[in-house]
């Protein structure tokens, strides 16, 4: 598998969108508080995507793949137990389709 060079996101900030084909992944890194809600949203466009999110000591906090096909949304509501760096890969792990784009887009959900 390829990966691409890690991108920073922000809460709050715009969704970064990304260019990406079969048997690569888009890695960014996030910034989370401790106790907060935070709501992630992975697009597929044209491709489709596997997403995991690992804590600060690298442990998977969760995975998602969703039965969509190309098109739509993953999305992850999360509550970091503690407060780091949040490892975020979008992976086109299907062989044989042609490239896609993914956006990324991470909010603070209010209480």
Known sequence: MILAALFALAAGGPALERPIASGEAQVFDA???AGRPYLLA????????????????????????????????????????KAGTYQIEARAVNQGVGPGRCAIRLDEVAE
Do not use: F
């Open 31 to 33: 910034e989370l508080a």
């Open 42 to 81: 992975v697009e597929m466009k044209g491709i489709h995507l596997q997403v995991d999110v690992r804590g600060p000591g690298g442990e998977s906090l969760a995975a998602v793949d969703s039965p969509l096909d190309r098109w739509g949304s993953e999305l992850i509501v999360l509550r970091p137990a």
